[in-house]
């Protein structure tokens, strides 16, 4: 490895957490300095309104919030967005397709969107919903809930041992088969066999996602 990779990997790890470290103004530099090897996303810029939103809280970039895109992207991959003043506020999935242009998964420029990040984001929601519905209720629940769960246009329902999967948005849904693949490993750790998966995704928002209705199995198909 190259040394500029190794000081940038521990520029990383300190930026990671600078919160707990570094006062503000140090934060800012810090990533900045981050921000100036290239990373491999397109890039959204996006005007001021778009900007508070997004620091406010809101999971999406509309269209029309857009300035410009530099780099090429393909719909339902990953893209950066960033303020008009080149400050960096997060990624997520895009697709020209959709009014929503992005749907932010992340805001931290450490994340890299492998098996390990989606692990982590599933393993939350599901320690989450054991907490506040323990016993006999987390038989029955809905485990993953969308910009809830900082997993946008998903939503997965657990009845016992099957969980029933809808799909409303293209990035994530280029990835569901990953991801119910990953949420079986999460809960088999804790002695829970899913038995089958059923995709419903049915809801007509999938067309101006660019994406046909659609209901069946995921997997092997199994009795109700």
């Given at each position: 490895m190259r040394s500029y990779d190794l000081i940038y990997d521990f520029l990383r790890v300190l930026c990671y957490n600078a919160e707990y470290l570094l006062p503000l103004q140090y934060q800012i530099y810090l990533m900045e300095i981050i921000m100036a090897k290239p990373?491999?996303?397109?890039?959204?810029?996006?005007?001021?309104?778009?900007?508070?939103?997004?620091?406010?809280?809101?999971?999406?970039?509309?269209?029309?919030?857009?300035?410009?895109?530099?780099?090429?992207?393909?719909?339902?991959?990953?893209?950066?967005?960033?303020?008009?003043?080149?400050?960096?506020?997060?990624?997520?999935?895009?697709?020209d397709h959709s009014r929503i242009l992005v749907r932010v998964i992340s805001n931290n420029t450490n994340d890299r969107f492998d098996d390990a990040f989606f692990e982590r984001r599933l393993r939350y929601a599901v320690d989450y919903r054991r907490t506040v519905m323990p016993g006999d209720d987390f038989k029955c629940c809905r485990l993953i809930f969308g910009e809830a769960d900082f997993l946008p246009g998903l939503t997965v329902d657990k009845y016992e041992d099957v969980l029933v999967v809808e799909s409303l948005a293209l990035g994530i849904d280029r990835m569901k088969e990953q991801i119910i693949g990953l949420i079986k490993e999460v809960l088999a750790e804790d002695g829970i066999i899913i038995r089958g998966v059923y995709e419903r995704s049915e809801a007509r928002v999938r067309k101006k996602e660019g994406l046909p209705l659609h209901k069946g199995f995921i997997g092997p198909e199994f009795d109700p």
């Amino acid at each position: 490895m190259r040394s500029y990779d190794l000081i940038y990997d521990f520029l990383r790890v300190l930026c990671y957490n600078a919160e707990y470290l570094l006062p503000l103004q140090y934060q800012i530099y810090l990533m900045e300095i981050i921000m100036a090897k290239p990373r491999q996303f397109p890039v959204v810029y996006i005007n001021e309104k778009a900007e508070r939103s997004l620091r406010a809280g809101h999971p999406w970039v509309y269209g029309e919030e857009v300035t410009h895109i530099e780099g090429e992207y393909e719909n339902g991959g990953i893209a950066d967005v960033f303020t008009s003043k080149n400050r960096y506020l997060g990624s997520g999935f895009i697709n020209d397709h959709s009014r929503i242009l992005v749907r932010v998964i992340s805001n931290n420029t450490n994340d890299r969107f492998d098996d390990a990040f989606f692990e982590r984001r599933l393993r939350y929601a599901v320690d989450y919903r054991r907490t506040v519905m323990p016993g006999d209720d987390f038989k029955c629940c809905r485990l993953i809930f969308g910009e809830a769960d900082f997993l946008p246009g998903l939503t997965v329902d657990k009845y016992e041992d099957v969980l029933v999967v809808e799909s409303l948005a293209l990035g994530i849904d280029r990835m569901k088969e990953q991801i119910i693949g990953l949420i079986k490993e999460v809960l088999a750790e804790d002695g829970i066999i899913i038995r089958g998966v059923y995709e419903r995704s049915e809801a007509r928002v999938r067309k101006k996602e660019g994406l046909p209705l659609h209901k069946g199995f995921i997997g092997p198909e199994f009795d109700p």
